[in-house]
């Protein structure tokens, strides 16, 4: 799992109802850090791999877009054919 997988998780499930549900270890882990800001959630992940080579190549602004968690709500599918499209709240597809 990379830096970036376990924020995300973390996040995730932060923002959900886990009353009365088993965790795996991991889970749990995730669970005991807080990544509840933009600057801590970028500092760690400045610190990874990937958070590095954005600042290599000089990506400083995509990097600030990419980390701001809830910036926009919209959730994007993918078909199988590679193409984008948006979902909408309350449908299964748009395509």
Known sequence: MSLEDYVCASIILS????????????AVFALEHNYDNKETIGDILAKG???RNFMKLGLDELFD???DVGLSTSVVELYEDGSLNFMH???ETTK
Request: no cysteine; aromatic share 4%.
């Open 49 to 51: 791999r990937v958070g």
């Open 65 to 67: 877009f990419v980390i």
């Open 15 to 26: 923002r959900l109802n886990m009353e009365n549900v088993r965790l795996n270890d991991a």
């Open 89 to 91: 709240e309350g449908s």
